[in-house]
């Protein structure tokens, strides 16, 4: 079983944009189970709790030398078997002073978990996309605080994946698209998502799934990474079901401008290779003869969260192939994929990533207009600051509400006109002692059972449930003693999931 000791009995939460960074001290140990044979070549797992467990599979080739900004390239098949019981290195991300987290370039594989006993058994699936501003927070992608095991306790086989970050992932320059045979740069971390899910489609059966039923869902970035697959060419045919946990939707919205244009990230692009001293015709080529850890702490870094979630350099890109426009307009003209679909918000989203100490009352108002234009009169009425401290609460409340609740409800409404099988939620349970409310990625917290988190039994075991059980049939009834309506703008009814779940209106 895997077991987790938390250091001095303390477990260190950092709150950032799209998640939380947990610094704990995880060990496995357990015999090996047998073997599954991958189109690549066989692994062997272990056991934990009555389950298959299978850590760090390639699922792509090592993105470095030549291979650095390029779409993932396959695996090279290797001999005899692949001990797959420790988690792989993270992506390369910044790191603050004193953290010890292993990161290598060298990152993309993904972790298996799984109660199938047999290979007929054919389970249901899902695919898990971490959060983390895209790899702008430090650090984040730490495949060690996603521990499977809770939800497949409940009869799905559940995959968690690496994908490249910052600017290792998210890089966007005109040399290359000249590269590219469709004149496309800046989103290799969401074709290593797609290679992901394309290994799904190819392997899971040998672990028990069934390909036919994938269900893929992320939290904030990696709720944002499942909005842009319900989107993207790419991606079609390889999932059934969506669920999107507080991810960001508006292409500029209030607090959070979620994509960048061509355009743009081209021209970041150039002023991050321009930083390194790289210019002409070979910039790209000198840049891939630098070493990762350079490129990273080449980044430019966030000075607070404010500028964090309102500024990203490296971010996804509207490039014409991966991304054929911006998320929302292509909700709005109704382009998404018409599946079952599950979306929801935190109560409190915004209070974890709004803060900017030194926003003055005559700033926050002169930002109030500049955001909103002629809105602005009421966003200001209903959200009024008359000091410094005010702001800050006044920026979470606004966060909490635009970039995220009314993304959500406009994405259910959307996808609603397509699909009945559409549920919205809002996420309420405060843990005790949290000051923070029902603070962003806090449902994950209970999702994936995150050792020493004193939350009630009863409410991470529902919040499970509904999750597992929207896997498996398209509809999270079933367990409760309420049923959850399906979303329909008229009725605007959503779920509100705190210790007594309710269905509540007016979103």
């Not at 000791?5 to 709150?15: D, P, Q, R, S």
């Not at 058994?121 to 499977?148: D, S």
């Not at 292409?251 to 355009?263: L, M, Q, R, Y």
């Not at 404010?306 to 929302?328: A, K, M, Y």
Request: proline letters at 7%.
């Amino acid at each position: 079983m895997q077991t987790c000791k938390l250091t001095n009995g303390v477990l260190v939460i950092c709150l950032l944009l799209t998640g939380f960074l947990f610094l704990a001290g995880c060990t496995q140990t357990g015999p090996a189970p047998g073997v599954a044979k991958t189109d690549a070549g066989v692994v062997s797992g272990m056991q934990q709790d009555g389950l298959r467990v299978y850590l760090g599979i390639p699922f792509a080739a090592p993105p470095t030398g030549d291979l650095r900004w390029r779409p993932p390239a396959p695996v090279q098949p290797w001999d005899g078997v692949k001990n797959a019981t420790a988690f792989s290195p993270v992506c390369p991300q910044p790191v603050s002073a004193g953290s010890k987290v292993n990161m290598s370039e060298d990152c993309l594989y993904l972790n298996v978990w799984t109660p199938a006993q047999s290979l007929g058994e054919k389970l249901p699936v899902m695919v898990f996309f971490y959060g983390g501003a895209f790899g702008q927070v430090a650090p984040f992608g730490t495949m060690a605080v996603y521990n499977g095991t809770t939800l497949a306790g409940k009869g799905v086989v559940v995959v968690t994946t690496n994908y490249r970050l910052g600017a290792l992932g998210f890089l966007a320059h005109p040399e290359l698209d000249s590269e590219s045979p469709h004149n496309s740069s800046g989103n290799y971390g969401i074709l290593d998502q797609v290679a992901a899910l394309q290994w799904v489609q190819k392997n899971i059966g040998a672990f028990g799934g069934d390909p036919s039923r994938v269900t893929i869902f992320g939290q904030s970035a990696g709720g944002e990474s499942v909005l842009i697959h319900l989107v993207s060419p790419q991606s079609k045919g390889l999932y059934e079901q969506a669920i999107v946990e507080s991810g960001p939707f508006w292409a500029n919205g209030p607090t959070i401008h979620n994509v960048h244009s061509k355009a743009e990230a081209e021209q970041i692009g150039g002023a991050y290779a321009t930083s390194l001293g790289y210019t002409g015709p070979d910039a790209i080529a000198q840049m891939r003869n630098r070493s990762a850890g350079d490129l990273i702490t080449a980044m430019p870094w966030p000075s607070a969260s404010w500028n964090l979630t309102h500024n990203l350099q490296f971010e996804p890109t509207i490039d014409g192939w991966v991304l054929p426009d911006s998320v929302d307009s292509l909700f709005a003209l109704h382009r998404e994929n018409p599946v079952p679909f599950m979306i929801g918000t935190n109560e409190n989203d915004g209070t974890t990533l709004s803060a900017n100490a030194n926003m003055t009352v005559p700033e926050y108002v002169a930002f109030i207009n500049a955001q909103f234009g002629q809105d602005a009169p009421s966003v200001l009425a209903q959200y009024p600051a008359n000091s410094t401290a005010e702001v800050q609460i006044r920026l979470a409340q606004i966060m909490t509400r635009y970039d995220f609740a009314d993304a959500a409800k406009f994405a259910a409404g959307s996808m609603a006109d397509l699909n009945q099988s559409t549920y919205l939620y809002r996420y309420s349970y405060i843990l005790p002692n949290q000051s923070n409310g029902a603070f962003h990625g806090s449902e994950t917290l209970l999702l994936f059972n995150l050792p020493g988190i004193p939350a009630d039994p009863a409410v991470r075991d529902n919040l499970v449930d509904l999750w597992t059980r929207f896997a498996k049939t398209g509809n999270p009834n079933g367990g409760m003693q309420v049923a959850w309506p399906q979303y329909i703008r008229a009725g605007n009814q959503y779920l509100d999931i705190n210790d007594t779940p309710t269905v509540m209106s007016g979103y």
